[in-house]
C-alpha cells in the first residue's frame, strides 16, 4: 500500500498500479482498490494512468474488468466502490 500511495514519488504509484494490473488477480487488483478508496484524487489520478497503462501496453494482461467483478462482492464497501472505478477505468482498453 505505501508503494501504491506514495506520496512523494508519483512515478511509484503508477508503476506499482501497472504491475499489479499486469498480475491481474483478486488480490493484486484488491490492493489497487484499496488505494483508491483511501487516496486522494491526485493518486487515484496516478492509479488511473497506471491501470490504463497495463492495459494498453504491447503484452497481453488479464481481464481487470472481470476481476473488478468478483471484487463487486467483496465484504468491504469501499472496495466494491473502488473497483466499480477501475472497471470503468478499463472501458475501451481491452483487446
Given at each position: 500500500?505505501?508503494?501504491?500511495?506514495d506520496?512523494?514519488?508519483?512515478?511509484v504509484?503508477r508503476?506499482?498500479?501497472e504491475?499489479?494490473?499486469r498480475?491481474g488477480t483478486?488480490?493484486?487488483?484488491r490492493?489497487?482498490?484499496?488505494?483508491?478508496a483511501?487516496?486522494?484524487?491526485n493518486?487515484?489520478?496516478?492509479?488511473?494512468?497506471g491501470?490504463?497503462?497495463a492495459?494498453?501496453?504491447?503484452?497481453?494482461?488479464?481481464?481487470v474488468a472481470?476481476?473488478?467483478?468478483k471484487?463487486?462482492?467483496?465484504q468491504?464497501?469501499?472496495?466494491?466502490?473502488a473497483?466499480a472505478?477501475?472497471?470503468?477505468?478499463?472501458?475501451?482498453t481491452?483487446r
Open positions: 500500500m505505501r508503494l501504491l500511495l506520496v512523494k514519488d508519483t512515478a504509484t508503476e506499482t498500479a504491475a499489479l494490473a498480475v483478486v488480490a493484486a487488483v490492493l489497487i482498490a484499496l488505494a483508491v483511501v487516496g486522494d484524487d493518486q487515484a489520478d496516478w492509479l488511473q494512468t491501470v490504463h497503462d492495459l494498453v501496453g504491447p503484452d497481453g494482461v488479464p481481464d472481470a476481476t473488478c467483478a471484487l463487486a462482492r467483496d468491504e464497501e469501499a472496495v466494491r466502490r473497483a472505478d477501475i472497471s470503468a477505468w478499463t472501458d475501451g481491452t
